[in-house]
């Protein structure tokens, strides 16, 4: 686990300066990999080449150093990840006579590459990005793993490649000062976060996940190709009980195969039923207790401790718990937003880095509950598709706005308790006509309607999904598949997993999440929906398979999420930072609000007027991003 950069430069640098271009990069990511690090770099009259890496130290902690490069010394490797089913391959390689003078996974990724090229890349179960350097063909192959779990950015133009794993090492390199990317600021303010292909900076990119780049160094051009079919769908007929057994089968070996390290590893405990089931099958795989984390917050409406304590009391673990407020979030607020690189307001990344931070004190690697809502359909925004159809059925559109009109007004909540009224807001927002719900679903921060109120036109974006409704051929998305599917490019790469990455990086420590398999992905797609949504009853299989190894009803407990009352705080400890980014002449200055109508969108949730936790923490944190990259207040 680590973190990797690399460029191509065409201007004749010197080597010196080569490499005190790929140690600043290095140093801007030195909490990926405290460890150690490393560099190649070759200059000659045409190029100059460099790739470099931070490495946290996991697996094979001897001779694991990076980069590696092959015996023939035509292909050089930088590599951030794990590839869980490394072992499984190396032994097949040295079978075929393949030597190795390490017995690392990274390895193997380039004796694979030297034998089969990108092909190979299908191959590898694990979490990735990587950099090669193929001297005998003159490119860098650049690749991202299945979902997603790596993060990967790059930048082109003529006179530079560059890659990074972090876009502060990446932004660092160049000249000047990026502009802002319209689609990627609309994506945020939609969504809280950007998901790939876009940053929030134009004319740079995250590489999407399942893709690899192919730069030609000589002809200073580049392609972009998928690893493998992910999206491929075929309900298989099968019984209930077999399909139950099999997914036991599968996510304990998935968990096992996660659970390979050379450094202490416990789990995220949090007590729903992912984190659980994960925590469960952990201990039952060793014979000595494991250890679980949880946190909780001093606001006991927030924290779910018991359900952790319960959990961690049934598998015998040695369990810490960790309680946190309000002064946490101020010691810790900054450094956690502005590690991003870019806007992002995820309001469970908060106590996602301080179960990381107080962790990483007690193991280096920790597996997670991450994906499971994604692989097996259980996410509450689900059944609104089926609510949505029902209700668009019954009641007229011209109804509807009536009941808006009327009824919303009674579900107002001046404060920042997600329950009923919340939810029920939620859904009255995300009802559609025309077929476009999923889309209002999954815009966490604002609506489209609402971001347009307080936007300004020149900086208005209406077509921020078409790029996924054209890759997936789903524009009106009506089912459980289809919503998963969305998902995994969208919510899963560019929220969750952003979030988990960045945080945990930050605290140098390595979380895996065992349900981010992709046999794991691909046996679900297989079954009837039904198996994963029965009725109301969410990820039905999974917990069928996993009940009896819990208290009667235990798994089938609501679960909160895993947020911060944000909504709270801004007005209380955050409200006088948060004042200084409504003020007229910043605004002015700034050009991209409308002044007005954001400044009353602020003011009525700071005088609890009415509650706009979402749209204001989303404004919170682009005003605290936007003046460290291009002002000072």
């Not at 490499?19 to 560099?39: E, F, Q, V, W, Y």
């Not at 009980?241 to 949090?270: C, H, M, W, Y």
């Amino acid at each position: 686990m680590c973190g990797i950069n690399g460029f191509v430069k065409y201007s004749s640098s010197s080597k010196e300066q080569v490499l005190t271009d790929l140690a600043k990069m290095n140093d801007l990511i030195l909490h990926r990999g405290p460890d150690d690090d490393g560099s190649f770099v070759e200059i000659n009259k045409d190029f100059e080449l460099a790739m470099g890496m931070r490495r946290l130290s996991i697996i094979d902690l001897a001779s694991g150093k990076q980069p590696i490069t092959t015996e023939s010394e035509l292909f050089t490797i930088v590599f951030n990840g794990e590839i869980y089913n490394y072992q499984e391959l190396r032994k097949k390689l040295v079978k075929e006579g393949i030597n190795f003078k390490t017995h690392s996974d990274t390895e193997v990724i380039l004796k694979l590459y030297e034998l089969e090229g990108t092909k190979s890349f299908r191959k590898l179960d694990g979490m990735f990005a990587f950099s090669i350097y193929d001297k005998q063909a003159k490119k860098i192959v650049i690749a991202r793993d299945f979902f997603g779990e790596k993060p990967l950015y790059y930048y082109f133009n003529n006179d530079i490649f560059l890659w990074a794993s972090e876009l502060k090492s990446l932004s660092n390199q160049l000249n000047f000062k990026p502009e802002l990317s319209k689609i990627g600021l609309n994506q945020f303010f939609r969504l809280t976060y950007i998901p790939a292909p876009n940053t929030i900076y134009k004319d740079i990119y995250k590489l999407e996940a399942n893709h690899y780049i192919e730069f030609d160094i000589v002809t200073k051009s580049y392609t972009i190709e998928q690893i493998e079919e992910e999206f491929e769908i075929h309900q298989d007929k099968v019984d209930f009980e077999s399909a139950k057994a099999n997914v036991r089968k599968l996510v304990q070996e998935s968990v096992t195969s996660r659970s390979v390290a050379d450094v202490p590893i416990g789990t995220f405990l949090s007590g729903g039923v992912d984190s659980s089931i994960t925590s469960l099958c952990l201990a039952q795989s060793t014979d000595r207790p494991i250890n679980t984390f949880s946190i909780g917050f001093e606001k006991k409406d927030w924290g779910e401790t018991d359900k952790s304590r319960l959990v961690a009391q049934q598998i015998k673990s040695d369990h810490h718990e960790f309680i946190i407020g309000e002064s946490d979030l101020k010691d810790h607020i900054h450094e956690i937003l502005l590690n991003f690189d870019e806007p992002f307001s995820d309001t469970a990344s908060l106590p996602t880095f301080l179960v990381a931070k107080k962790t990483s004190q007690y193991v280096k690697v920790a597996l997670t509950g991450d994906g499971g809502d994604e692989i097996f359909g259980g996410y509450t925004k689900y059944y609104m598709g089926k609510i949505n159809s029902q209700y668009t059925s019954m009641v007229p559109k011209a109804l509807h706005s009536q009941v808006l009109k009327y009824i919303y007004p009674l579900l107002a909540d001046k404060h920042d308790n997600r329950g009923l009224k919340f939810r029920l807001r939620k859904l009255l927002n995300s009802i559609d006509y025309e077929g476009n719900h999923y889309w209002d679903i999954i815009s966490l921060a604002n609506s489209q309607h609402n971001l347009k109120s307080f936007l300004n036109e020149d900086w208005q974006y209406d077509e921020i999904f078409k790029r996924y409704q054209e890759r997936l051929s789903i524009w009106k998305p009506n089912s459980l598949t289809e919503y998963r599917l969305i998902d995994k490019i969208v919510s899963l790469e560019g929220g969750m997993l952003a979030k988990v990455d960045r945080t945990s990086m930050l605290s140098s420590i390595e979380c895996r999440a065992p349900f981010l398999n992709k046999e794991l992905w691909r046996y679900t797609n297989s079954l009837p929906e039904k198996f994963l949504m029965k009725g109301w009853n969410k990820k039905y299989i999974l917990k069928e398979a996993f009940k009896e190894d819990f208290p009667p009803g235990f798994l089938d407990k609501s679960k909160k999420g895993f947020g911060s009352p944000v909504g709270d705080w801004l007005r209380s400890g955050l409200q006088a930072e948060l004042e200084t980014y409504i003020s007229t002449p910043f605004l002015q200055k700034q050009g991209i609000f409308k002044i007005n109508n954001i400044q009353q969108l602020v003011t009525s949730h700071l005088d609890a007027t009415s509650d706009n936790t979402f749209s204001v923490w989303a404004y919170y944190c682009f005003q605290k991003w936007y003046t460290n990259i291009y002002e000072s207040l």
